[in-house]
């Protein structure tokens, strides 16, 4: 199978603002949702801002991610796959 690179752009008024206890619920019910849409899809990570998170997954697809956001109660704004990463140590090649 073959897993795409996503940006989820979620819009949570307050998110930036929410305690680690909330936080970990949030992460607690992904979790639960990865778990039952396995092995189609990872969380690498979220970045947390004042109301809005940008989460990378990987995915087979973009429904599947939209399935996340369904099993979850996460809502998903924009998903933009990302083909390619950059970072300093591409200046190297």
Not at 26 to 45: D, F, G, M, V
Not at 62 to 68: D, L, V
Request: with cysteine.
């Amino acid at each position: 199978m073959t897993m795409k690179r996503y940006l989820i752009e979620r819009d949570i008024p307050g998110v930036g603002a929410m305690s680690i206890v909330e936080l970990c619920g949030a992460s607690r019910a992904s979790n639960c949702a990865i778990e039952k849409l396995q092995p189609n899809i990872q969380w690498q990570h979220s970045y947390v801002a004042a109301d809005r998170t940008f989460c990378i997954y990987l995915a087979d697809s973009e429904a599947t991610i939209r399935s996340h956001s369904e099993l979850s109660g996460i809502p998903a704004g924009t998903i933009t796959e990302i083909p390619q990463i950059i970072d300093p140590l591409t200046a190297n090649n």
